[in-house]
């Protein structure tokens, strides 16, 4: 499986992005699929979470009512949708694909994805 990023930039404190994800493919090996983001210095850290079968989605608390994760099956796709960004949004959003997913989506852990992409940088001022 293959995953490439695009959408990132640079915005304004306030303003909105949407990211993309591009799969090679949207099967059982792609059944959850998430993005996650890591700022300098600092862990990779866990940012939503959707089944690609049921379109169920999970956010953490940092960003729960500004993002937005959905797909477009025909495209192979999963987006991102990020508004209201702030400053601390800053990092490189990285997208994650696995065929299970984590036991339990308050907390995924990067180890829980098997596929990953390159990543996209997002810097919010």
């Known amino acids: 499986v293959q995953l490439v990023e695009s959408g990132g930039g640079s915005v304004q404190a306030g303003g909105s992005l949407r990211l993309s994800c591009a799969a090679s493919?949207?099967?059982?090996?792609?059944?959850?699929m998430g993005w996650f983001r890591q700022a300098p210095g600092q862990e990779r850290e866990w940012v939503a979470s959707?089944?690609?079968?049921?379109?169920?989605?999970y956010y953490s608390d940092s960003v729960k009512g500004r993002f937005t994760i959905s797909q477009d099956s025909a495209k192979n796709t999963v987006y991102l949708q990020m508004n209201s960004l702030k400053p601390e949004d800053t990092a490189m959003y990285y997208c994650?694909?696995?065929?299970?997913?984590?036991?339990?989506?308050?907390?995924?852990?990067?180890?829980?994805?098997?596929?990953w992409g390159q990543g996209t940088q997002v810097t919010v001022s």
């Open positions: 959707m089944y690609i079968g049921d379109s169920s989605t």
């Open positions: 493919e949207l099967s059982y090996s792609t059944a959850c």
């Open positions: 994650a694909a696995d065929s299970v997913g984590p036991i339990g989506m308050s907390n995924p852990l990067p180890a829980d994805f098997g596929y």
